[in-house]
């Protein structure tokens, strides 16, 4: 067993806003869709599968745009032991047509909503993690990270001589 968590996240941007998950847990904070890479998946399925598991949206996963590593045993103060040091791969994704995002039937624990937040009040919110001004980066500058999926390159080959 691994001793990092693969988090697979989607960014979703339409029309100045981000499609965010709401949380109530001692006071609302929000999210980004995403969680844990699943056993068999890849990490574009893991993705996908995340944004609908709790927003109901079906999305095409585009390119990589950030990754966050989140390291407990790092920080300083107390941190929580059931954090686990993991690695969030945050793909910039596109609603598939007709897709409306919404808070889905079985919700996360403390899932209270979806919601599309203007960019402009980004940095008025509580979003765990805290990289605000990392997506307004990346959505201002458009910077995206090769992401390379080994399956899909062709197999290196030898030439006998």
Request: one cysteine or more; a negative charge.
């Amino acid at each position: 067993m691994t001793h990092v968590r693969i988090r697979c996240t989607g960014l979703i941007v339409e029309n100045n806003s981000i499609l965010l998950v709401e949380y109530d847990d001692n006071g609302i904070h929000y999210n980004l869709p995403g969680g844990g890479l699943e056993l068999g998946e890849t990490i574009l399925e893991g993705v996908a599968r995340e944004v609908f598991e709790e927003t109901t949206a079906e999305v095409e996963v585009g390119p990589l745009a950030l990754i966050y590593e989140l390291a407990p045993h790092k920080q300083s103060g107390d941190y929580n032991p059931i954090e686990k040091h993991s690695l969030h791969l945050i793909f910039e994704c596109s609603l598939k047509n007709n897709s409306k995002p919404q808070l889905p039937q079985n919700p996360d624990l403390n899932q209270s909503d979806v919601k599309w937040i203007p960019l402009e009040e980004l940095n008025s919110i509580l979003l765990i993690p805290n990289i605000n001004q990392q997506i307004i980066n990346y959505i201002k500058n458009k910077r995206n990270i090769d992401f390379i999926e080994d399956y899909q390159l062709d197999r290196l080959r030898l030439e006998q001589k």
